[in-house]
């Protein structure tokens, strides 16, 4: 059974710091991961996915790595924001499968 | 990106009540849907998968009599929670598969269920 697990919990960092928020899974027979965004009380924002067969992807200043075969992943945000306060969820799926989540990294920019 | 949508965004209901909740693809058709179930700063728990036409897939220890998926179109698929308790309060968010698409899931904006 494919387990995801998120390091770290909480993170609490000031404005500007580049910071890095960790994915592992113990599954590596992965279709894709995919890298989504909650804020208190709302749904899911999908912010990156990243095919099994790619390495990373980017989107402004967020990018995402993929280490298929240590099954590991790996979210860098680039000079934070307040606005990047939130949850951030790593998902994997095995394609026709559903997404299986983390728990979460709570992020916390302080201004 | 696909839209998925969800109603109602959030019910109250009473203890022995039943409720709907609504999942709708609002630009593509979904064979595939899916319903999580998430506690206050918990992650998503998968709940079942909706397959268009077909009955449901339950996970583990949830009851299908209780929480009853109809996914009666390629567009919309429902849950019913039936005689809610106060601990089926939960916020619950459903998610449609494009299969044209890279195969990513989109979720909607959830539902939040408070049973008094």
């Known amino acids: 059974k494919q387990e995801v697990t998120q390091i770290p919990a909480a993170l609490s960092v000031p404005e500007g710091e580049n910071l890095v928020l960790n994915c592992s899974f113990t599954d590596s027979a992965i279709y894709n991961l995919q890298w989504f965004r909650q804020d208190p009380g709302k749904g899911l924002t999908s912010l990156l996915l990243?095919?099994?067969?790619?390495r990373e992807q980017t989107s402004g200043r967020l990018n995402a790595s993929l280490d298929k075969s240590s099954g590991r992943s790996t979210l860098y945000i680039a000079a934070s924001q307040p606005g990047d306060s939130a949850t951030y969820l790593c998902?994997?799926?095995?394609?026709?499968?559903?997404?299986?989540f983390g728990k979460g990294t709570r992020l916390s920019v302080i201004a | 990106g696909a839209v998925v949508s969800q109603h109602p965004s959030w019910v109250i209901c009473k203890s022995g009540t039943s409720v709907k909740i609504e999942c709708r693809s609002l630009?593509?058709?979904?064979?595939?849907m899916f319903w999580y179930r998430q506690f206050p700063k918990q992650s998503l728990m998968l709940m079942a998968t909706s397959n268009e036409g077909s009955k449901a897939t339950y996970e583990q220890g949830v009851e299908k009599d209780k929480f009853l998926i109809n996914h009666a179109s390629l567009t919309l698929s429902t849950l019913t929670v039936t005689s809610a308790h106060p601990e089926d309060s939960s916020f619950y968010i459903c998610?449609?598969?494009?299969?044209?698409?890279?195969?990513?899931?989109?979720f909607g904006p959830g539902t939040r269920l408070t049973v008094t």
């Open positions: 990243i095919q099994s067969s790619q």
């Open positions: 998610s449609a598969r494009d299969p044209h698409f890279r195969g990513e899931q989109y």
């Open positions: 998902a994997v799926s095995r394609g026709n499968t559903p997404l299986v």
């Open positions: 630009d593509f058709q979904a064979t595939t």
